[in-house]
């Protein structure tokens, strides 16, 4: 029996063929499955294809990140840390590495669904190897571009500022000179979302910029352009911060959490004060530690190991620490993976 | 999402653990094994209950390990009101009664699935597709009850087969002849040569005890750890490990049963390898293993043992000549090239020979290939290669694994 005849007589049922006389047709048939179906797998022909070779992607300008690195990324991905996938980009992008290939179709799906922040984050880790990827599939488009300034002349808006948000991290001044050139021409939503590419690598010579933007008629363009000019001078209400902390500790144990982590110079200030800050805030000590954990920018981290063994080393902070020291010791890690 | 067992264990004459149900109080499930009689303490009026039927399956899947006896259980066991005549030593001639009436129990069963088998070709295959799930669900209870849960595990996947893919029928039909093939090979048990015997044994259910396999001649050797699979059961997690000795040349499969939902962590990762002493379960070609002692690492996986498509498929057509029941098999294929084709992927070799891919790392695999040949290593299951792991620089890359259910 054919395997094609076996088929239809299999699905049709013995019952309802003629051949009803043949009381074992059900084993026959069964029998015959075993046989003909070994056949059919063992020696099923070979089948062919010929395929249509791959355009290949441009190389490499990056290297790719190091083994414990590559290992830690995959943990976050597998959202066990996923509120450090910001940071950990971050790190790699100031790195200037790029992620193993079989983490790119994870991370251009993760970047569908993100904000532009994050996708320009993952546009910057990808390698040449994620542009080439995102081409062969419609749903990644959006990572497609091969520059940033075609990104920023022909994507759609929020494609735009992706692409003002890479430029900016290239070179600060070029990025403001290509908004300052296409500015008059930009409709008041298109404004108010590339102006905040501004954040990346703000500098003093934004303010000329920023404070002709004051006088924009949009309300929340105004808005943006003036919390940028409050961020640029941020350091003098730091300093005022500062002054008051080093008059009064506890006021230490009331700093503001603020949403983005603290300014450098802020962080740097705070962990060369921790001795004493730990010694006057006693009680309050641990609340302050778990904040500062958070919110110390990355690069002022490993100093904030001492703030962790001082820390530790005081019996009635140890307890509430777990968490604290748990979060400086994973980012220190990632920081010192990406290094190597 | 598994059953959570609190607690499990084993001595040679019980199987017990404890596991969370509706009420605060974790029930106590304890089996005698001399008896086959279950004891828990959930309120359920059926008897056996799921628990004693769950944890009747789990020992016969993957026993657990060996442990002290918890206080409760030797009250436990007495509330059976049998006569209290367990002995602690075995008897060899009441074990081998035992073992007699079991295989009794099983060929009952497998007349069973016979005459149900009969029944569906007689309605036709046609008619099957519609039938309720439940239809298959009685069958395979019905094996559990006759102690055949390899046998019933089969007739669940039978039932679980997709209407919707292509092949259904195809599929259907080739299931359908293997089934019947294991039936008559555990009708005419004796007649087979010792490695097939152990095979067909296996299929249905009755698993080889783990220290009769850690008794074994091992064999030394690094391993290749080449790839892992995670699927999650109805009842636990399963957990494929697949290895490849460089010295020996042979494949070797580590497979683990977790009821709590945890992956089982034995620190062989993909991509590393160890030197270890590994004993196998007997069979036609044995695969399956167990490790003794503790693996050392040695250093890390550079290449795979890949071929073409058509040694491959050789090698395979081979491997079903000495076993033909089994359900997958590894497979290296050594610089192929990753192809999409209306949304379904496929490797292709150097002589153009294609094999299909399933599971989700088509876009894992082009990506590190970037257009360029590949070794790719899988599970080959007759129709598709399930890509598990990836050469690459001289590295082997383990493709992301995610649970499936």
Known sequence: MSFGALLEQALAGTLRLAAAGDSRAEEGLLRSAAYEGMVRLAARPLQRAVPTPWIPSEPETKPEIGLAAAERLREILDERRPELLREWLTLAVDAGRRVPYVEIPELLETARSADPALRELIMNVGGQRMIWLARLNPEWKFAAWPSADDQFELGTLSERVVALRRLRRASPAAARAKLESVWPNERVDARVALLGALYIGLESADEPLLRQVLLDSGRDIRDTAARLLQRLTASVDEYELLRQIDADASVAARLPSPTEPWSESFSRAIVARLPTLLARLRYAAPAFLRDAALCLDPRVAADGERLLHLGVASDWAAGALERTVETLEYRRAMRDELRQ | ?405
């Open chain 2, 1 to 405: 999402m598994p059953r959570r067992w609190l607690e499990l264990g084993r001595t040679n004459d019980a199987v017990w653990g404890r596991i969370k149900g509706t009420a605060n109080e974790p029930y106590q499930v304890a089996i005698d094994l001399q008896t086959s009689s279950a004891t828990c303490t959930c309120p359920s009026r059926r008897r056996p209950c799921k628990h004693a039927v769950g944890l009747t399956m789990l020992n016969a899947a993957a026993p657990p390990a060996e442990a002290p006896p918890p206080e409760w259980l030797a009250a436990s066991l007495q509330q059976r009101q049998k006569p209290a005549e367990r002995r602690a030593i075995v008897d060899p001639e009441r074990a081998a009664a035992r073992a007699r009436r079991r295989e009794q129990r099983i060929t009952e069963g497998v007349d069973d699935l016979q005459r149900w088998l009969e029944d569906l070709l007689r309605a036709g295959l046609a008619e099957a597709a519609s039938r309720p799930w439940r239809s298959f669900e009685q069958m395979s209870a019905r094996l559990v009850d006759a102690q055949a849960p390899g046998l019933a595990r089969y007739v669940r996947e039978l039932g679980s087969l997709p209407y919707g893919v292509r092949d259904w029928p195809e599929r259907m039909v080739i299931e359908l002849g293997q089934v019947w093939l294991l039936l008559t090979a555990w009708r005419r048990l004796q007649e087979l040569e010792p490695g097939l015997r152990a095979d067909v044994r296996s299929l249905v259910g009755l698993n080889e005890a783990r220290d009769d396999v850690l008794d074994r001649p091992p064999e030394h050797d690094a391993w290749d750890v080449l790839g892992r699979r995670v699927i999650e059961g109805e009842r636990m997690l399963v957990q494929r490990t697949w290895l490849w000795g460089r010295n020996s040349q042979r494949w070797a499969l580590l497979l683990d049963f977790d009821p709590g939902g945890q992956p089982v962590e034995h620190g062989l990762a993909p991509g590393q390898s160890f030197e270890a002493d590994l004993c196998f379960y007997a069979g036609a070609a044995p695969l399956r293993a167990l490790v003794r002692g503790a693996p050392r690492q040695v250093d890390a996986v550079a290449t795979l043992p890949g071929c073409s498509v058509a040694s491959a498929m050789r090698a395979y057509a081979e491997s079903l000549g000495r076993n033909p029941w089994q359900e997958r098999t590894p497979l290296a294929l050594a610089s192929v090239v990753p192809m999409r084709r209306d949304g379904a992927w496929s490797v292709t070799d150097e002589q153009h020979h294609m094999v299909e891919l399933s599971g989700p790392a088509g876009w894992q695999l082009l990506a590190v290939s970037g257009g360029q040949p590949i070794d790719v290593f899988g599970e080959f299951n007759g129709f598709s290669l399930h890509p598990l792991s990836v050469a690459y620089n001289g590295r082997l890359v383990p493709l992301r694994d995610v649970a499936e259910t």
